[in-house]
């Protein structure tokens, strides 16, 4: 095993800059997966994926889909009886590029900065990927064979909430089934920090419309006696959040449960301060706070939290002195674990229905909620996933909570009795994933390529 293994790591370290270049001409497919956006580019990228795979020496690869759904890419090598079965988890879709004059390079051209590669997906998930493809081809084009068995499916809908996921799983779970999980999706704590994280929040998404009348209208002429939508609006969404922007409405608190003291105490060792928050965050110094330092993580990996995603009257372009006939946000709400996605919606709704003001009619569109998740890491696993990790960083793994969503999760390891999974990250504090100016470290890059490497080794080693 320790020839193969040395013979992978050397492997990676002569190709890995073709590793990037493929990397790199990946994210030139504008993959987004977000309505009215084209859906031949997540055709596209799906091929793309497949092919990568074809070369890294995978087998049964395949493009899968249902109908209306973008598509997954899957591929495997399933050789070793008595080793176990690893399912590799990514997504190659990727978030809309957002506000493109705001983006110093250009979105979908991969660009790169001292250290980092800047491109819309480059970290959020086209890295991950990349990671999957990168460590199972260092062991088949120098040993011809894996430690273990390797299964990997590649999403193409995480970013839009895996919202066909499962059906998916009941038309192609048998063919998934595996001993363990990794995904590569994640964050971690700090730049060159490898991390392992246990928690992830869920979401609930809605978007809320109030209207006043069928047309705009001359703003001097009418306004005074006529609401504006945009107030209305503006005063629904301010009263759910208290002056320190925590969520107002105490129904959704009771569905909270806190956090064990040892979940208290892990996060207190990792030392998080203030300072080291607003370098992470690009937070302007006069900007407040709205915790302590104890509080800062434990805020936002196991307590919910509300956000306006997106609010539109009229346009910054077409402003005019204009009284606008409605006014429309996309609001989301994070939940922790035991929060039950469709209560949370309707306590939501049910706030939003009571306190539309002046009588203005109100619509609620709301989308699938996804449910928190969380595990104990106490399965043996956990320790060859950090010690892995380790080596291939230099430095010792910390277990963290996320306050991100990755819907795939928990349906999978439910359905199909996946335990554990293991949440690896590849983004880090500065990647900017779903903003603009989205980039990947890549001495990071490596050092997870490497871990991977490692862990195929060391979990043959456990077996």
Known sequence: MLSS????????RENASQHIDYLKDFTRIPSVSFPG??????????????????KAGLENTQILKLEGTHPYVYGEWIHQPDAPTVLLYAH???????????????????????DRLFARGIADDKAGVMIHIASIEAYLKTSGHLPVNVKVIVEGEEEIGSEHL???LEKYGSLLKADTMVLTDCTNYDTGIPSLTTSLRGLVSMDITVSAMDHPLHSGMWGGPIPDPAMGLSKMLSGLVDAKGRIALDDLWKEVTPPTPEEVEAYRSLNMDATLFRKQSGLHPTTHLFSDQEQLLLQIWREPSLVINSI?????????????DSAWARIGLRLVPDMDPQKCATILKDYLKEHCPWGLELTIEEEAGVAAWKTTP???????????????????TVF???????????????KLGITPALLVGIEDPYTNA???NESLCLSDFHKAANSQIYFFNDLSDEN
């Open 37 to 54: 956006f084209p859906p031949e580019e997540v055709e596209r990228s799906a091929i793309f994926v497949q092919e990568l795979m074809d």
């Open 378 to 396: 106490t399965h043996p696993i956990f320790k060859v996933a950090a010690d892995s990790l380790s080596k291939g960083y230099g430095k010792p």
């Open 434 to 436: 779903h903003s603009e």
């Open 92 to 114: 190659h879709d990727v978030q809309p590029p957002l506000r493109e004059s705001v983006w110093k390079t250009p979105p979908f051209e991969p660009t790169q900065v001292g």
């Open 166 to 168: 499962a059906q998916f």
């Open 400 to 414: 963290i909570g996320c306050g991100g969503t990755i819907p795939f999760v928990a349906p999978l390891s439910d």
């Open 312 to 324: 539109e009257v009229g346009g910054k372009k077409i402003a005019g002195n204009v009284l606008m």
């Open 5 to 12: 293994l040395k013979s992978a790591l050397n492997h990676y």
